[in-house]
């Protein structure tokens, strides 16, 4: 079992940074792809980025925040980072955290993902 707590989340106004963290409690973390997730009011949930298992060497951005937003792990601390930049009105949203087994085809399926965090929420206002 693998558990994920956010944390990080708050308000921001557009063009502010804002770093999420992604805590997990578990020996077998560094097995695991971690990916953020986010949902805003009235839409469906989208993977935002990803970060491959272990080394965390392979990547994946949606196109809406390439070069504004940066994941990176540190598996001595067992977290998982993502570094918003640049932040718009639109990536007002709750974010989550996930966590699933995969290793060759690295994927924002929400489906591919075993575990969830809780959620925290993000606003971008002025």
């Known amino acids: 079992q693998l558990q994920l707590v956010e944390s990080g989340g708050g308000w921001v106004q557009p063009g502010g940074s804002l770093t999420l963290s992604c805590a997990a409690s578990?020996?077998?973390?560094?097995?695991?792809?971690i990916a953020w997730f986010r949902q805003a009011p009235g839409k469906e949930r989208e993977g935002v980025s990803l970060i491959e298992s272990a080394s965390g060497t392979r990547t994946k951005y949606i196109d809406l925040v390439k070069g504004r937003f940066t994941i990176s792990r540190d598996n001595s601390k067992n977290t998982v980072y993502l570094q918003m930049n640049s932040l718009k009105p639109e990536d007002t949203a709750v974010y989550y955290c996930?966590?699933?087994?995969?290793?060759?085809?690295?994927?924002?399926?929400?489906?591919?993902?075993?575990?969830w965090g809780q959620g925290i929420q993000v606003t971008v206002s002025s």
């Open positions: 578990a020996v077998t973390w560094p097995y695991y792809t």
């Open positions: 996930a966590a699933g087994m995969m290793y060759i085809d690295l994927s924002l399926e929400a489906g591919k993902y075993e575990y």
